[in-house]
T-cell receptor
Framework: SAVISQKPSRDICQRGTSLTIQCQVD?????MFWYRQQPGQSLTLIAT?????????ESGFVIDKFPISRPNLTFSTLTVSNMSPEDSSIYLC????????????FGEGSRLTVL | GQNIDQPTEMTATEGAIVQINCTYQ??????LFWYQQHAGEAPTFLSY??LDGLEEKGRFSSFLSRSKGYSYLLLKELQMKDSASYLC??????????WGAGTKLIIKP
């Protein structure tokens, strides 16, 4: 298992600003992911955070809008840049601790509201 | 394309049994996951099926039929705390999870 700490847990942001979300895991993990979950909708994968190299982004998500850092095997950040109200969502950090088919563990999420 | 279908909402009575269905179409298949998500909280793992059949884990069971692209989550002896959203996710050939929109389960006394 893995214990994942995410912060901030929630924030209210102004349009045009940027916010960085931090994710700390209590053990070294190979696979770390960032998801978005808009109200009443499914989880959408933003990107896979790769240690020591650029993140791998899913279709519809770009590095300029969602820059990701992963300096080591226990920590990652996601920045939501130049925010608009459409970015209001829950952002979730998740990790897989064993193999390609192991279960995903999730952080408690960061609920962002953009005014 | 890849698609996961599950009902949007279901209602059941405390103490009863409920079955939440999920059908999937993914490019390749490496297993089917069920997660529980209480309002305002992160999803938590319930089950993983990669072979056909029923996996039982306490009050919760999960079934998979790969030939039909079908799974269900069975919840027995329902308790009020089981009120949550239940997310079905299929893992494709690239080990990516394709998520359903979730089924909101409402338990009534």
């Amino acid at each position: 298992s893995a214990v994942i700490s995410q912060k901030p847990s929630r924030d209210i942001c102004q349009r045009g600003t940027s916010l960085t979300i931090q994710c700390q895991v209590d053990s070294q993990v190979t696979m770390m992911f960032w998801y978005r979950q808009q109200p009443g909708q499914s989880l959408t994968l933003i990107a896979t955070a790769n240690q020591g190299s650029e993140a791998t982004y899913e279709s519809g998500f770009v590095i300029d809008k969602f820059p990701i850092s992963r300096p080591n095997l226990t920590f990652s950040t996601l920045t939501v840049s130049n925010m608009s109200p459409e970015d209001s969502s829950i952002y979730l950090c998740s990790v897989r601790t064993s193999g390609d088919t192991g279960e995903l563990f999730f952080g408690e999420g960061s609920r962002l509201t953009v005014l | 394309g890849q698609n996961i279908d599950q009902p949007t909402e279901m209602t059941a009575t405390e103490g009863a049994i409920v079955q939440i269905n999920c059908t999937y179409q993914t490019s390749g298949f490496n297993g089917l996951f069920w997660y529980q998500q209480h309002a305002g909280e992160a999803p938590t793992f319930l089950s993983y099926n990669v072979l056909d059949g029923l996996e039982e884990k306490g009050r919760f069971s999960s079934f998979l039929s790969r030939s039909k692209g079908y799974s269900y989550l069975l919840l027995k002896e329902l308790q009020m705390k089981d009120s949550a959203s239940y997310l079905c996710a299929s893992m494709d050939s690239n080990y990516q999870l394709i998520w359903g929109a979730g089924t909101k389960l409402i338990i009534k006394p």
